[in-house]
């Protein structure tokens, strides 16, 4: 056999990597990709290696080396600086001449004669200096013309070893990390039917207040005409009355369907204009995608062939049994015509891109194919690679997992079904601590149109209060179903339902946002606290400490520098005073076991000071039932 020996180094075990490379890690703007690998070779030859990346559209790659962290274990890390994809490897290869230096110091310290290590080294140098440039290339040949072993030392093995010989290196298979805007990690939303307000005009006036609160991102149920056939009355009663103004999620009638607006909220230039107010707000309209229509829609009777028809010839609508959905058909995926209906309905979120809009929050994405979201975001997001899509899918985790991976930006979580302390920690443990971090941006919602936990219902005031600081404080991305929330509307449509009475998905509700006892002050400070302090901006470096009381939950949220610490307090018993001792580690928090120190409460600025890891707590639900503490 001739030619070159096969390759000696071995690279296994690398982090992260999802599924063999089949999907893409996230990260945003800005963040570091740390990437470990275990990297050894047969026998004692030392091993250098580096992790390459570059983004799709260069063509060179840049290359950090990795460090060896022991026991085969090697890190490096780089940052990703544009938006869209990044491809990152590993080169491993064997060191020849840090082989020969470390075995040259051996022998120089057991007083062995050396004469032929340094015509190896010489040698050595030589090559390296062929591949060297510049001074360093001068530098190399000098010494390799008169090695004498004085002037072997760390400096040079070093300098020789940043010119290697590749010829025989192992290569890692190219690996993914899709960039996102900043915003894909940090956010703030708040839901409010627009119908509700008004107009499109109406909204605007709203602007100021919402952006006031600390939101970002104003996230509109659809917005489009609502189909008559079927339509659902008050609390989804079977039949609407005279008047009423259905669901917006039973889209379409004869005045339009995924490309049109309702005509009682204005025209498109309405929105347009709406669209341009919330961005000098610094706010984003997000827009709800339903991928479904009323019996009403144009696409039915213009594209019969992409619904399910029944044995008798009509439309099968949709049913979760026993539940019966007689408004809403939804699409066949699966037909024959398959190829015209996705292209269509992408089209349906280009042309709302054309309007300006960026954000989407996807209704039930579980029940169509993953292939089609796949395909879908991955090609839209080749022209707008700052695109955001929140999955709303409460379902199986692997199936939310998946939808994830394959190009969702957000995903709606169990967060609101998690209330107890271990729920809450065993929970966040998993979204933060272990691979699941790596593809997977939890949004937090404590309540949605759809969604009003038992918690809230029982709890009051002080329940709400929980929900929000659990969620504004546990997650970098949270929102709430607003003027609801605002007011702690609490009440289900019978005892055993997490739906609310009098719902404003059937009915158009108007509120006094500032009727006692509303919480938009409240609701301010906590979405305030959350932009003074980076540390809350993330979901990295959250971790849980121990309080010797089930009722309260105590967590910390740091910046890798430690110079902005934010420590977290909650208690769940929205009706009872409870108190506990806090324990603190302190040396990783960047605290000084001696020395007393003091915590600011950012929620009404009280101060504390405290000493060593373990200090009183106790909080008062009806006063206040949370801390959110800065270390001073």
Same mark, same amino acid.
Request: glycine share 6%.
């Given at each position: 056999?001739?030619?070159?020996?096969?390759?000696?180094?071995?690279?296994?075990?690398?982090?992260?990597?999802?599924?063999?490379?089949?999907?893409?890690?996230?990260? %945003?703007?800005?963040?570091?990709? %740390?990437?470990?690998?275990?990297?050894?070779?047969?026998?004692?030859?030392? %091993?250098?290696?580096?992790?390459?990346?570059?983004?799709?559209?260069?063509?060179?790659?840049?290359?950090?080396?990795?460090?060896?962290?022991?026991?085969?274990?090697?890190?490096?890390?780089?940052?990703?600086?544009?938006?869209?994809?990044?491809?990152?490897?590993?080169?491993?290869?064997?060191?020849?001449?840090?082989?020969?230096?470390?075995?040259?110091?051996?022998?120089?310290?057991?007083?062995?004669?050396?004469?032929?290590?340094?015509?190896?080294?010489?040698?050595?140098?030589?090559?390296?200096?062929?591949?060297?440039?510049?001074?360093?290339?001068?530098?190399?040949?000098?010494?390799?013309?008169?090695?004498?072993?004085?002037?072997?030392?760390?400096?040079?093995?070093?300098?020789?070893?940043?010119?290697?010989?590749?010829?025989?290196?192992?290569?890692?298979?190219?690996?993914?990390?899709? $960039?996102?805007?900043?915003?894909?990690?940090?956010?703030?939303?708040?839901?409010?039917?627009?119908?509700?307000?008004?107009?499109?005009?109406?909204?605007?006036?709203?602007?100021?207040?919402?952006?006031?609160?600390?939101?970002?991102?104003?996230?509109?149920?659809?917005?489009?005409?609502?189909?008559?056939?079927?339509?659902?009355?008050?609390?989804?009663?079977?039949?609407?009355?005279?008047?009423?103004?259905?669901?917006?999620?039973?889209?379409?009638?004869?005045?339009?369907?995924?490309?049109?607006?309702?005509?009682?909220?204005?025209?498109?230039?309405?929105?347009?204009?709406?669209?341009?107010?919330?961005?000098?707000?610094?706010?984003?309209?997000?827009?709800?995608?339903?991928?479904?229509?009323?019996?009403?829609?144009?696409?039915?009777?213009?594209?019969?062939?992409?619904?399910?028809?029944?044995?008798?010839?009509?439309?099968?609508?949709?049913?979760?049994?026993?539940?019966?959905?007689?408004?809403?058909?939804?699409?066949?995926?699966?037909?024959?015509?398959?190829?015209?209906?996705?292209?269509?309905?992408?089209?349906?979120?280009?042309?709302?891109?054309?309007?300006?809009?960026?954000?989407?929050? $996807?209704?039930?994405?579980?029940?169509?194919?993953?292939?089609?979201?796949?395909?879908?975001? !991955?090609?839209?997001?080749?022209?707008?690679?700052?695109?955001?899509?929140?999955?709303?899918?409460?379902?199986?985790?692997?199936?939310?997992? !998946?939808?994830?991976?394959?190009?969702?930006?957000?995903?709606?979580?169990?967060?609101?079904?998690?209330?107890?302390?271990?729920?809450?920690?065993?929970?966040?443990?998993?979204?933060?601590?272990?691979?699941?971090?790596?593809?997977?941006?939890?949004?937090?919602?404590? +309540?949605?149109?759809?969604?009003?936990?038992?918690?809230?219902?029982?709890?009051?005031?002080?329940?709400?209060?929980?929900?929000?600081?659990?969620?504004?404080?546990?997650?970098?991305?949270?929102?709430?179903?607003?003027?609801?929330?605002?007011?702690?509307?609490? $009440?289900?449509?019978?005892?055993?339902?997490?739906?609310?009475?009098?719902?404003?998905?059937?009915?158009?509700?108007?509120?006094?946002?500032?009727?006692?006892?509303?919480?938009?002050?409240?609701?301010?400070?906590?979405?305030?606290?959350?932009?003074?302090?980076?540390?809350?901006?993330? +979901?990295?470096?959250?971790?849980?400490?121990?309080?010797? +009381?089930?009722?309260?939950?105590?967590?910390?949220?740091?910046?890798?520098?430690?110079?902005?610490?934010?420590?977290?307090?909650?208690?769940?018993?929205?009706?009872?005073?409870?108190?506990?001792?806090?324990?603190?580690?302190?040396?990783?928090?960047?605290?000084?076991?001696?020395?007393?120190?003091? %915590?600011?409460?950012?929620?009404?600025?009280?101060?504390?000071?405290?000493?060593?890891?373990?200090?009183?707590?106790?909080?008062?639900?009806?006063?206040?039932?949370?801390?959110?503490?800065?270390?001073?």
């Amino acid at each position: 056999m001739t030619g070159q020996p096969p390759p000696r180094v071995v690279i296994r075990g690398v982090q992260p990597e999802l599924e063999c490379g089949r999907f893409a890690i996230k990260r %945003v703007i800005g963040e570091s990709v %740390v990437v470990e690998a275990d990297i050894f070779a047969d026998g004692h030859d030392a %091993v250098a290696a580096v992790v390459r990346y570059r983004h799709e559209d260069d063509q060179a790659w840049s290359e950090v080396p990795m460090d060896a962290l022991g026991n085969d274990r090697w890190r490096a890390e780089f940052t990703v600086e544009v938006l869209g994809h990044y491809i990152y490897t590993i080169s491993g290869w064997i060191d020849s001449f840090q082989t020969w230096y470390k075995d040259f110091l051996k022998r120089v310290a057991a007083g062995q004669d050396v004469t032929t290590d340094l015509q190896i080294g010489a040698a050595l140098l030589q090559t390296a200096a062929e591949r060297a440039t510049g001074d360093d290339a001068n530098e190399l040949r000098h010494a390799a013309a008169d090695l004498a072993a004085q002037e072997v030392n760390q400096s040079l093995a070093d300098l020789t070893s940043s010119y290697p010989d590749r010829t025989n290196a192992t290569h890692y298979k190219e690996l993914r990390v899709t $960039v996102d805007p900043i915003k894909a990690r940090f956010s703030t939303w708040y839901e409010m039917f627009p119908r509700s307000r008004g107009t499109f005009k109406d909204c605007e006036g709203m602007l100021p207040e919402i952006a006031a609160m600390g939101f970002d991102i104003l996230y509109f149920p659809p917005i489009h005409p609502i189909g008559e056939s079927f339509r659902k009355g008050k609390n989804n009663s079977p039949k609407a009355r005279s008047g009423e103004p259905g669901s917006p999620w039973g889209i379409g009638s004869r005045e339009g369907g995924h490309k049109a607006i309702h005509p009682d909220l204005g025209t498109l230039d309405d929105f347009r204009h709406l669209v341009d107010a919330a961005k000098q707000n610094g706010i984003d309209i997000a827009l709800d995608l339903a991928y479904q229509c009323s019996p009403d829609h144009p696409y039915v009777k213009q594209h019969p062939e992409w619904f399910r028809h029944r044995p008798d010839g009509s439309i099968q609508y949709a049913e979760n049994p026993p539940k019966k959905y007689e408004d809403i058909y939804p699409f066949e995926f699966a037909s024959p015509y398959w190829r015209s209906l996705w292209e269509e309905l992408k089209s349906i979120v280009e042309y709302w891109i054309d309007q300006g809009v960026r954000i989407f929050r $996807v209704d039930n994405p579980h029940t169509k194919p993953f292939d089609f979201w796949e395909w879908m975001i !991955r090609d839209l997001k080749k022209k707008n690679q700052d695109l955001i899509f929140l999955s709303e899918a409460f379902t199986r985790p692997n199936i939310m997992y !998946r939808l994830a991976k394959l190009g969702f930006t957000q995903s709606y979580t169990y967060f609101t079904w998690r209330n107890t302390k271990r729920e809450l920690t065993d929970y966040f443990t998993e979204l933060t601590q272990t691979e699941v971090r790596q593809f997977f941006r939890p949004n937090l919602w404590p +309540n949605t149109p759809d969604i009003l936990h038992e918690y809230l219902q029982r709890g009051g005031r002080p329940a709400f209060m929980v929900r929000l600081v659990l969620a504004a404080t546990l997650g970098s991305n949270y929102g709430i179903y607003g003027p609801a929330y605002e007011l702690c509307e609490n $009440v289900p449509r019978e005892p055993g339902s997490e739906e609310y009475r009098d719902s404003e998905k059937y009915e158009i509700k108007n509120r006094n946002p500032h009727d006692p006892p509303g919480l938009r002050s409240f609701i301010s400070r906590v979405n305030a606290i959350r932009k003074e302090n980076p540390a809350l901006q993330t +979901n990295e470096g959250l971790r849980f400490h121990a309080i010797d +009381n089930e009722q309260l939950i105590a967590y910390s949220k740091r910046t890798p520098d430690r110079k902005n610490v934010i420590v977290t307090v909650v208690n769940l018993d929205p009706v009872w005073k409870q108190s506990g001792f806090l324990e603190l580690p302190l040396e990783e928090l960047g605290i000084d076991l001696r020395r007393p120190y003091q %915590v600011v409460d950012l929620l009404n600025g009280a101060k504390f000071s405290w000493q060593g890891p373990r200090n009183y707590v106790e909080l008062r639900p009806h006063e206040m039932p949370a801390h959110i503490l800065r270390k001073e």
